[in-house]
């Protein structure tokens, strides 16, 4: 996603990509492999198939080593083997054996921009104490699960809801509730950028 937080150098002569930064909310941190997909800031040349091919984005696989950091803030009693939290990555090497091209994933940014709207809105749902945000934030979750049922494109859905999940974070950043997350400022702006 472009806007995300992760920045990508490549190495032309060793054919190394670097990572860094970090990926939040809807990382499963107790798998062994996670298979991050990367908007490129500078393209680069493979020989994928037997020929050169120039990348904008990648997928890449993501193991545990040390210089990726998994911090589980959330764990999800619905999906039992899922637990959700922070990927942070330090100067992580991907070797060019290891890249594959993202250019299929067609409307991957809007899919994953519009489950972090899902995810939050409930997320928000199940924290807040008032009854009369909850009902408010719970309608947005219905009109997003609704939507979607209604096969409308995510493209169209995400686009129609980035000002309401904005103005949710808005509104949870003034409860009380919002002292007891640690780190929010940072997930904060994390999740506008990701919804840009």
């Known amino acids: 996603m472009s806007d995300a937080p992760l920045k990508t150098t490549y190495d032309n002569k060793k054919k190394i990509l670097s990572l860094n930064g970090r990926k939040s909310w809807l990382v499963s941190t107790n798998v062994d492999m996670i298979l991050l997909f990367v908007k490129l800031e500078t393209p680069i040349g493979l020989s994928l198939n037997n020929k050169?091919?120039?990348?904008?984005?990648a997928l890449v696989p993501i193991y545990?080593?040390?210089s990726v950091i998994r911090k589980t803030?959330?764990?999800?009693?619905?999906l039992k083997n899922l637990s959700q939290g922070n990927l942070t990555l330090k100067n992580t090497k991907i070797s060019a054996s290891h890249i594959f091209s993202g250019k299929k994933i067609r409307g991957f940014?809007?899919?994953e921009q519009f489950f972090i709207m899902l995810s939050l809105a409930m997320y928000f749902v199940t924290k807040v104490k008032s009854t009369k945000l909850k009902k408010s934030f719970y309608i947005v979750v219905k009109t997003l699960i609704l939507e979607?049922?209604?096969r409308k494109t995510l493209k169209l859905i995400v686009k129609h809801h980035k000002r309401t999940l904005i103005n949710l974070i808005h509104t949870f950043e003034q409860l009380p509730e919002r002292k007891a997350i640690i780190n929010w400022d940072t997930d904060k702006i994390i999740f506008k950028?990701?919804?840009k």
């Open 64 to 66: 545990k080593e040390k």
């Open 52 to 57: 050169t091919s120039f990348l904008n984005s």
């Open 193 to 195: 950028n990701m919804l």
């Open 148 to 150: 979607f049922n209604a």
């Open 109 to 111: 940014s809007a899919s």
């Open 73 to 78: 803030f959330e764990k999800i009693r619905i």
